[in-house]
């Protein structure tokens, strides 16, 4: 019966690719916990006080049903003040915010032009989706014009869109959000951001990398709560009438179950930290560059000047074997491989995180310039 499967994964086992669930050990070197919220006792607190006045654990529905709760409703009110937008909609995740976002906005006769390097969240929405798409280069702005330009020549008269991520999960470099903002508006276009692996960390109160151009009637971001904000879930921030759009015809948002109100009670507190809590960002921001000389100084590794390190090794076999051996050496860090990065650049991605300190980021880069050298020996 299962026969196709099995020769599937067989396939894939041949390849090296074959992907398998395995337990969190050693210290924290993978996880998106950028601030250290996800155990921190100010989230348990949070979660603790949500009990007591009696917010509910589930739903119980969709949130056009009975499922709406007075959480998710002070939650997105409070969002859209912190990221200064019109509207907020919280989702049960970022997957499935970007699958909605992205199957329902964007209209027949639109394009999305998206980056090289976008979530594959964003390829599935597109692909629910009604609007024309195109791939433009990495990070760079002039393919991202020419391509709108060349739709407008070619008789396109809808509304382009352009969808990048502010901060790349898997290399850690930034887009040139103020060149695409600008672009967006030379075309009358959309610029949608995904501030996934920025939210939290970076700009003006952990707002984002593009903290400076929400509230602009063209500009629509998505901002993830289950990594630097240490708890799940996603908002989609942006004009109340695409969030309206997106409550009346996103069937991911109809149809699903809403998320559980004592997350969202959690969140909020999470937006707090945030607000009030600018040390973890500052002491983060030190670890960062700590790493980045460690890395450069012992493995000749330049680094990315970000919380997200890349360590490309180039063929899939090498990428595990080299996680294989730090995990052997108790730091967790991972394999990223094709289909997720591009072929031939197979990597350990290094997520550096609060969960840890100056002086084992310091052991794990002795022991990374070691484990390099056997590698290529």
Known sequence: MYKNHERALEALTRRGRRRALSARTGLDFSSNDYLGLAQSPELKQAARAAIERDVAIGSGGSRLLRGNDREHEALESEAAAFFGTESALFFAGGFLANVALFSTLPQRGDLVVHDALIHASVHDGLRMGKSERAEARHNDPQAFNDLIADWRAAGGTGTPWIAVESLYSMDGDRAPLDDLAEIARRHEGVLVIDEAHA?????????????????????????????????????????????????????PFIYATAPSPLIAAIVRAALLICRFDSPRREKLAALVAFAGAQLSQQCGIEPSGTHIQPVIVGADERATRLAAAMQERGYDIRAVRPPTVPEGTARLRISLTLNVDEAQVAAMVAALAEELKRLDA
Do not use: F, W
């Open 199 to 251: 939210t939290g960390v970076l700009g003006t109160m952990g707002r984002g990398l593009g903290a400076h151009l929400e509230g602009q009637p063209n500009i629509v971001a998505l901002h993830t709560c289950g990594k630097a904000l240490g708890a799940m879930g996603a908002l989609v921030t942006g004009p109340q009438v695409l969030c309206d759009y997106l409550v009346n015809r996103s069937r």
